[in-house]
């Protein structure tokens, strides 16, 4: 009775206050957790009551350490992750000035990121200076040149250093950043490559001489190493791919332990340029090794070589009523191995999603290393006819053979979970970055989200309807607490007056 009368003292304002309120609380919370998933992949409800409530409610505490051997396997997963998502040079990486700036110029988009530029200062760092190069004023001021991050001071910094002498790694700056056309840059490592092979000469005799000159020997094999290989790429570039081809091999003969550079991939896009289908598997029988380390350019150069065999006269329906013969079925196991080691690549082979210029740096399985593939590759796999329209067919297919949730991989290390991460460093803020796997919006992300709209609803009808919401309401929690009093009046004849006087007394 009491319930009823406390029912029936509630006004209409009351009602558009508490569903106003619930729905701001609930929209409040919704905002939050959104936030929260989109910056750390995980639900905050779910992480607290994982993290906190359970151990209260007696729930095993994953984190501790039950069986040393798997926390033995969890910590070698940990480390082949962080090896994993190491950012390696891209070995097809555009020229700034000639290509990155005549985007920029174009657009008013800048294709490159901070953190993509600084890599590479630090790479330039590395390769093209050394502790002596004090004693050479030339290669003092480049050493400084190489720090600068304004371009236009680095650019002062290389001709006033050849004002000096002629200087190798002063060529290769302005080669890569002055020169606006592949002409100029080839020019320019031209001269690169006489100032490079004298100091590499000198360097050569004087190696054994101490650690000094052993330092300034490396130094000038970096060097050297990435003048004739840009050569050869200015080459390839200007449409004079035989010539590409033969320096490529001829430094590949010369400088066999420099694999850092991956020349390799520079020369499987030139031989597929040439339709050297021969030559290509060649320098795949050599590459494409257990004890090498993978990269997309390898697994899909593999796959596209077995779908050649069969792509021109495949079909979806005469494979489904006849089944797959055994070259077919080699090359939809090469497809799905070079999905499973890169995901993101069938999308842009496709043309589901917009290719953008390709970053310097790449993060081998993420989405920068499948940009920088489809860039050069997708030309060649339009050649080959069929081999798009195989790929289209069976790529999706690979995901139903790789264990979920990613724990084990099928054929290559579990995929990595930092490739997001270190691709949204990597790739420019216009391009929408392809994530691997999907991640699946947490249950109270939808529940707040139902609970908010539903709320939302509520006030407003009540806002609308007051009256009629306030008899809806009133039936409502009349029917809610009709089980409450049932109770109550049961109570009251059973117990004796006197006692039950006492009671609602205290």
């Known amino acids: 009775m009491e319930v009823s009368m406390f029912l029936n003292t509630l006004t209409p304002k009351f009602y558009v206050a508490l569903t106003g309120t619930s729905s701001l609380i609930s929209g409040l919370i919704l905002i939050f957790e959104w936030w929260y998933f989109r910056k750390y992949g995980t639900s905050f409800i779910e992480q607290v009551s994982v993290s906190h409530l359970r151990p209260l409610l007696g729930g095993v505490d994953n984190s501790s350490p039950t069986n040393s051997n798997t926390s033995n396997g969890d910590a070698d997963s940990n480390r082949q992750s962080v090896s994993e998502c190491k950012v390696w040079r891209n070995p097809l990486n555009l020229f700034r000035g000639a290509e990155y700036n005549r985007y920029t110029w174009v657009t008013g988009r800048e294709p490159l990121t901070y953190y993509d530029m600084n890599l590479s200062a630090q790479d330039h760092q ?75 000469r000198r360097s050569q005799q004087l190696q054994h001489h101490g650690a000094q000159y052993e330092a300034q020997h490396r130094r000038d094999t970096n060097v050297l190493v990435y003048i004739k290989r840009r050569l050869a790429m200015c080459s390839r570039k200007l449409g004079r791919t035989r010539e590409a081809v033969k320096m490529m091999r001829d430094l590949m003969k010369e400088f ?28 795949l029988a050599k590459y494409d090794d257990i004890s090498l380390p993978k990269s997309a350019t390898i697994c899909y150069t593999a796959a596209l070589l077995k779908a050649r065999a069969v792509s021109d006269k495949f079909s979806p329906e005469a494979a489904s009523r006849r089944g797959l013969s055994t070259a077919e079925m080699n090359a939809v196991e090469a497809i799905h191995r070079a999905v499973e080691f890169n995901p993101h690549v069938p999308k842009y082979l496709l043309e589901m999603k917009s290719l953008i210029l390709p970053p310097e740096h790449i993060l081998k399985r993420g989405d920068s290393e499948a940009i920088a593939y489809a ?132």
Request: hydrophobic share 45%; charged share 20%; net charge negative.
């Open 375 to 506: 860039f050069f590759h997708l030309q060649h796999w339009k050649r080959v006819e069929g081999a798009l329209n195989l790929l289209h067919c069976t790529w999706e297919g690979t995901f139903r053979m790789i264990p979920y949730p990613l724990e084990k991989g099928h054929l290559f290390y579990p995929y990595p979970i930092c490739t997001e991460t270190a691709d949204r460093e990597l790739l420019p803020m216009f391009h929408e970055v392809s994530v691997y796997p999907k991640k699946e919006l947490p249950f109270f992300i939808l529940f707040t989200a139902g609970l908010c709209s539903f709320t939302a609803m509520l006030a407003l009808l009540t806002h609308q309807f007051p009256e009629l919401m306030g008899v809806f309401a009133k039936a409502f929690l009349s029917t809610l607490f009709a089980p409450l009093n049932f109770i109550m009046e049961k109570v009251e004849s059973i117990l004796p007056s006197s006692l039950w006087h006492q009671l609602t007394r205290i």
């Open 256 to 283: 066999p332990l420099l694999s850092m550079f991956n020349i390799h991939e520079n020369l499987l896009e030139s031989l597929l340029e040439l339709q050297n289908y021969a030559d290509v598997q060649a320098v």
């Open 126 to 200: 590395t390769f093209f200076t050394c502790d002596s190069d004090h004693l050479r004023p030339a290669d003092a001021i480049m050493q400084k040149a190489w720090r600068e991050r304004n371009p236009q001071a680095r650019i002062s910094a290389a001709h006033e250093a050849l004002e000096l002498e002629d200087c190798a790694t002063a060529y290769i700056l302005l080669a890569e950043e002055e020169a606006t056309t592949i002409v100029e840059a080839e020019k320019l490592f031209k001269q690169a490559v006489k100032a490079g092979e004298g100091c590499y």
